[in-house]
């Protein structure tokens, strides 16, 4: 549980960085409910390919490098999802916040571990 909340953190801070990356640190252009409740959305997405993958259910001693190979799958699949998710559903976040996030939530993850 506590794994996944701190993976699921990640994520939020990850997508935020990447918004504040991409409109060039300007507070004022970052539209927030997309980007707080597309963060909600990916974090709830992470929990639950985690767990689909074996990421949070003990499957693997924490830090070892396979923990860190599922972490890092579970990541660049969401990553995936969410980017072809903003497509469909219309840009309410800028295309390139959750490619950004994708590595950003990695780092966020694996140091964590």
Do not use: K
């Not at 003990?58 to 497509?87: K, M, R």
């Amino acid at each position: 549980m506590l794994q996944a909340g701190f993976d699921a953190g990640c994520w939020f801070g990850a997508l935020h960085l990447a918004a504040l990356l991409r409109l060039d640190f300007d507070l004022s252009r970052i539209d927030t409910l997309p980007l707080v409740f597309g963060a909600f959305l990916i974090a709830v997405g992470q929990v639950l390919i985690g767990r689909l993958i074996g990421l949070y259910i003990h499957q693997w001693h924490y830090g070892t490098f396979e923990e860190l190979g599922a972490a890092t799958v579970s990541a660049i699949t969401l990553s995936v999802i969410s980017t072809v998710g903003n497509l469909i559903v219309g840009y309410p976040l800028p295309t390139t916040v959750p490619l950004l996030a994708g590595p950003i939530a990695i780092c966020g993850m694996i140091g964590g571990r």
